[in-house]
């Protein structure tokens, strides 16, 4: 999602930022960076201190060596500009990277402070002998890091106003299902039974043209109560009652309970050996239900399906991967969204509902896909 309402040449305006500091910075640029590790080793120091900053690395043994040439950009890019939108954009990307690991936004401020400090004792040595100067580089630094933090802090903004939108689009779903259910069950079911009394009439029974219709309506009627029956799943989303069960139980039992298509090749590859997770059982059978319904219908007429459980970065992950025709790009960051779907007949409420059910159950849906070759959804518990 972007950010509608930031507009960098207004920060910069409002900060006061102008050609006057953008030379200041360039001019901290060498001397900065030969003492990034000054600042690298104080900002982990910050980190480390606190655990719940350290938990914020899912996964330390990559994600830390990544973020130490990262930031290390950051800072050298901090002083060279433009400050331009593109700028802004990728400031925002960073912002975004922070809500995507869930960096609690109250972290940013104290990191931003060593910063702060580290680039004052910069400023300081460089223009050891002119207070005039050292004072302006102070002011030029500080403007920066006010239009970085406002770009942070506004991508948590976005976020959450994002989530408030889904929410309220979930609410009104529910209103919604709730009262077409309501509407449509006598209806269908006036439907179904006039189709069945017809059926038994001597006439039609005899005319195959006419039993052919009456199977069209039957088949018709089912799919109807089917869309109905899963936007009411949105209406009755009930509170997850959760306890330790075992995935591989899970898996199992989920695929119990769906029918696979005789021309599907499913393969199970199952650890047993993984921890429990604490989830409604039911609500993540139900999770596994769809993804496989969603698997089995990118096959088409022929295709393998497979699920896989395993550790991930230190959580329980299942994979469900099929070789359908993967999911187009443009779609793949749209997937999530209640009643958008890729699929001519689908009403797009299986994958959102999947992933509200997951996030009610500390669970996350990661997916990812290729066009021409598939797809891999990935549950992660615990997440
Ligand atoms: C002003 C302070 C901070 C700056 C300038 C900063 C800068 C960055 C940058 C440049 C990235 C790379 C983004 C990308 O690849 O798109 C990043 C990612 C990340 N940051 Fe920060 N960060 C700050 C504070 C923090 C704090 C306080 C934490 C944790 C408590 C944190 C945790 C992370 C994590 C986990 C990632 C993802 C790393 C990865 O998987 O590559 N950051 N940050």
Not at 201 to 220: F, K, Y
């Amino acid at each position: 999602m972007e950010s509608h309402a930031l507009d960098i040449e207004e920060l910069k305006s409002y900060v006061g930022f102008g050609p006057e500091d953008e030379s200041e910075l360039a001019a901290l640029q060498g001397p900065a960076a030969k003492d990034l590790d000054t600042l690298l080793g104080r900002f982990y120091g910050t980190i480390d201190q606190h655990q719940g900053a350290r938990e914020v690395f899912k996964d330390p043994e990559k994600q830390r060596p990544r973020l130490r040439r990262t930031m290390a950009s950051w800072v050298l890019t901090l002083l060279e500009g433009p400050y331009d939108r593109e700028y802004a954009e990728r400031r925002l990307a960073i912002g975004r990277a922070h809500v995507q690991n869930q960096m609690p936004q109250r972290y940013m401020l104290t990191s931003m402070n060593v910063i702060r400090g580290w680039f004052m004792e910069l400023c300081s040595r460089v223009h050891l002998d002119d207070p005039a100067r050292i004072l302006k580089a102070v002011h030029a630094t500080n403007k920066v890091l006010d239009i970085e933090l406002a770009m942070m802090l506004a991508t948590y903004r976005d976020d959450l106003l994002a989530r408030m939108q889904r929410q309220e689009r979930l609410a009104t779903l529910g209103e919604l299902a709730a009262g077409i259910h309501h509407e449509l069950k006598n209806p269908l079911a006036a439907v179904r039974t006039s189709a069945f009394a017809l059926r038994e009439r001597r006439s039609v029974r005899a005319d195959a043209r006419a039993r052919g219709l009456l199977e069209r309506i039957d088949t018709n009627v089912d799919r109807a109560t089917e869309i109905i029956t899963d936007l009411l799943s949105f209406a009755r989303l009930r509170n997850p009652s959760r306890r330790n069960v075992s995935v591989h139980d899970l898996v199992k039992s989920a695929v119990g309970r769906v029918t696979i298509p005789p021309s599907i090749q499913l393969t199970l590859d199952l650890d047993p050996d993984l921890p429990a997770v604490n989830v409604d059982s039911a609500q993540l059978e139900q999770v596994i239900v769809n993804l496989l319904a969603n698997a089995f219908d990118a096959c088409g007429d022929d295709g393998g399906v497979r699920i896989t459980s395993r550790m991930v970065a230190g959580r329980v992950a299942v994979v469900i991967t099929d070789d359908g025709d993967g999911i187009h790009e443009r779609d793949l960051l749209r997937v999530f969204e209640p009643l958008y779907s890729t699929k001519p007949e689908g009403v797009g409420l299986g994958l959102s509902l999947s992933q509200h059910l997951a996030r009610a159950n500390n669970a996350k849906l990661a997916i990812a896909s290729t066009h021409g070759e598939g797809t891999a959804v990935t549950i992660v518990f615990g997440a």
